[in-house]
């Protein structure tokens, strides 16, 4: 391959992975953690925000008495069984205010003595609000599919997948001599470059498919409107139901028949959920939510059967997976490989590791980029000064690596300590994790880079070490759930991991190199200007 066209790939490989890898770093961090939303939030529950569990016999008395008590959840509401993930209540539904289009969540179960009760909280979610910063990258403005900072990652899948199919034509040509070779050494750049290589070659394959299914799911609603357009013109892109006549709410399927109906489609089918949307009216629908362990299925959880809730036959099966298609059944692969939901929790861990992986990716891409830039310095002969663009690079990477771990444990904090039935729970975890993340960019600014690294590590090993300990002053582990037993002890083990980084970088400390950013020698930054010979070709790998 000609030397030309690969420094073009280099540096397009590096500017899309600058311009792309701090946003895309907090999304990996963040969905490496939604691979266990369901436990995170069993975790911040409450007793205070949590109604009775009974048993499966009683849902379907449950679900009469509250539509009779209140004909408004007819509208949309949910039915939690047993087996699904998060046990607040039974039953929940939503009503929606007509003139702020605010939503009141409502919660309903019986008392000890059968007798419905009804109360309407917050409950804190914080496995959704992580999934929130993995989908927008933090950035305020709008929810759900909505939501700006969604369309950003969208552009930012799009780089993310230029970087990766770039990267892989500059490691081709070193393929056989430089594959999964880790060479520790003083040169330091080439150590990050082969951590890098390693890293993105090993786990490429994922990252193909999350960068293009990110891709989908940021446009998802633009791309449908262009298929309505171009090429279904006035016809539907999806059939309907005729409307039927408003039926009773006595005439809803029973639970255990509905079941049963199901299973004889699919015998792995366990029904954890079921969404009743508009049952009063003559248009009624239904989404059965189930758990299919080692399938394919549609969502991050479950597996869905879409039908209507007054009648037992089940016209929408073809997200079952006994009966994909060629066009369902590459839909439903996509949508499983991204959420990782084929495997079980063997394949959540490796799509945690996965995750993880991820993010060290983009943050020894940016290691890459300033050790590479010191290394040109000296060929020319430079003063051992920074420049500012190094430092600016040095520091981000310092403070929104350290500060989305450090958001998450103050957000999470938040909600195991604030009055769920008092406050504004979803306010306070979004202001904790975002007064966390600015504090720690702030401090990376104000502080020399490896200095604020160290500090900035104790700070995060600390808000992480408060998250077990806050469940056991609480008194919350002793028959707690294993899950939620996990997320403690996963937190325990992460905060010795960041306290034993601490202390590696301070043993590090005396062997960095006075002309290197992360030297703690006070010098006063150069900018690119100022600097006498234009900088050549600035990619990482353009030398080693």
């Keep these: 391959m000609r030397v030309e066209l690969i420094k073009t790939y280099k540096s397009v490989h590096t500017w899309t992975g600058i311009l792309a890898g701090l946003f895309l770093y907090i999304a990996f961090v963040a969905g490496a953690l939604t691979m266990f939303k369901g436990p995170l939030n069993q975790w911040a529950l409450q007793p205070e925000t949590t109604l009775p569990s009974i048993s499966v016999e009683k849902y379907d008395s449950l ?101 990766l199919v770039s990267g892989l034509i500059i490691f081709l040509p070193t393929w056989f001599k430089d594959l999964l070779v880790l060479r520790k050494g003083k040169n330091r750049k080439r150590y990050w470059l082969d951590f890098h290589n390693v890293l993105g070659i090993t786990s490429l394959p994922f990252h193909l498919i999350i960068a293009f299914t990110a891709f989908v799911f940021a446009f998802h609603d633009p791309l449908y409107d262009a298929l309505r357009v171009t090429a279904y013109g006035d016809s539907p892109m999806f059939t309907r139901p005729a409307p039927q006549e408003v039926k009773s709410f006595s005439e809803l399927v029973p639970i255990a028949e509905l079941e049963t109906a199901i299973q004889e489609w699919e015998s792995k089918f366990q029904m954890a959920e079921i969404l009743y949307i508009n049952l009063d009216t003559r248009s009624p629908r239904m989404r059965v939510g189930g ?17 209507n809730p007054y009648l037992s036959e089940i016209p929408y099966s073809s997200f079952m997976p006994s009966n ?22 063997a394949v959540r861990w490796v799509y945690f590791v996965l995750g993880i992986m991820g993010a060290l990716i983009f943050f020894t891409g940016n290691l890459l980029w300033i050790e590479s830039r010191r290394k040109k310095r000296r060929a020319q002969g430079a003063l051992p000064v920074q420049t500012t663009s190094s430092m600016v690079m040095a520091r981000l990477t310092v403070g929104v690596g350290l500060g989305t771990i450090l958001g998450i444990a103050a957000s999470m904090l938040a909600v195991k300590w604030l009055p769920h039935a008092q406050v504004d729970i979803e ?44 469940s056991l002053i609480k008194g919350e582990l002793l028959g707690a759930a294993t899950q939620v037993w996990a997320v403690d002890f996963v937190a325990l083990l992460l905060g010795v991991s ?41 990619h990482p790998q353009a030398s080693s």
Excluded at 64 to 71: G, I, N
């Design 427 to 470: 306010f306070w975890q979004k202001t904790t994790y975002y007064t966390g993340f600015l504090f720690a960019v702030a401090w990376a600014f104000v502080r020399r880079p490896m200095a604020a690294a160290r500090q900035l590590l104790v700070f995060c090993a600390a808000a992480i070490f408060l998250i077990p300990i806050s």
């Design 324 to 345: 994909f298609n060629g066009y369902s059944g590459t839909v439903m692969s996509i949508f499983s490989l991204h959420f990782g939901s084929f495997g079980g929790n």
């Design 63 to 163: 679900i009469t008495e509250v539509l009779q008590a209140h004909p408004e959840a007819a509208k949309r509401m949910t039915v939690h069984l047993p087996l699904a993930g998060l046990q607040v209540a039974p039953v929940s539904w939503e009503i929606e205010d007509e003139v702020t289009h605010d939503h009141t969540l409502w919660y309903a179960s019986f008392d000890g003595n059968g007798k419905l009760i009804t109360q309407s909280f917050t409950v804190s979610a914080i496995g959704e609000f992580v999934d929130h910063l993995h989908r927008t990258g933090g950035i305020p403005g709008g929810e759900g599919h909505d939501a700006f900072g969604t369309y950003v990652l969208g552009v930012v899948a799009a780089l993310y997948f230029i970087a």
């Design 498 to 538: 960041l306290a034993l980084l601490s202390v590696h970088l301070c043993k590090r400390q005396a062997k960095i190199e006075p002309d290197s950013v992360w030297s703690e020698l006070v010098e006063s930054p150069v900018t690119e200007s100022s600097i006498p010979t234009p900088l050549p070709n600035s």
């Design 291 to 307: 758990i299919m362990h080692g399938e394919v299925v549609r969502g991050a959880e479950y597996a869905y059967v879409l039908g």
